[in-house]
């Protein structure tokens, strides 16, 4: 079965780009050795950028891609381990229920709502069993445009809308909000009513 919360076209589209963009990074990555040679001022910065972009695209198709039954809570503790390590950011699981499917892609979307707001590393705590996620660093920020689309007052959106337009989407499926706190230091989102 296909997640019902985009339509089958989305889904393939998605996982068709997802796809075309990961089959050039896998041939950069068997030409490493030549790109070190070749340029070994600029190797390292070039394979990090292959690995950053690599797990990014793991995430994503993790989150909008799958059955029913996928992700698994662990599929998805590890994509964000994984992600969390880019951006120093310490990750803390509060114990939870071995949550599938859908409401895992919605748990994805709320953590990489908080890795991106942590530009100087910090933490998140998520507590899948009560549908929140804390961030908290020397720097927390959120755009007006991503709260905006989170809560669902988006009048003409735009590619940096997107992700919230998709969090607030999938929330309503779930006959929930996400209602989000915001500070200079702490970001709270969290599902109403779980």
Known sequence: MS????????????????????APLGALTLCMDDIKNALPESAELVELSIETLSKRISYWRLMVTGSEQSPTYSDAATAIRSMAKLKSVE?????????????VRLILALVLISLESLPRGGKIIIDADQGN??????????????????????????????????????AKNFGT??????????LVLALQGQ
Request: proline share 4%.
């Open 3 to 22: 997640n019902p919360y985009l339509t089958n076209e989305a889904q393939l589209l998605y996982a068709k780009i997802l796809h075309d963009i990961a």
């Open 91 to 103: 990750i803390t699981f509060v114990h939870s229920e071995d949550y599938q499917g859908e409401y």
């Open 133 to 170: 996620v804390t961030a908290s660093g020397e720097k927390c920020y959120i755009s007006k445009e991503l709260q905006d689309a989170i809560n669902g007052t988006v009048d003409v959106p735009s590619s940096r809308h997107s992700l919230g337009m998709l969090i607030c989407n999938w």
């Open 177 to 186: 909000a996400v209602n989000l706190e915001h500070e200079p230091t702490k």
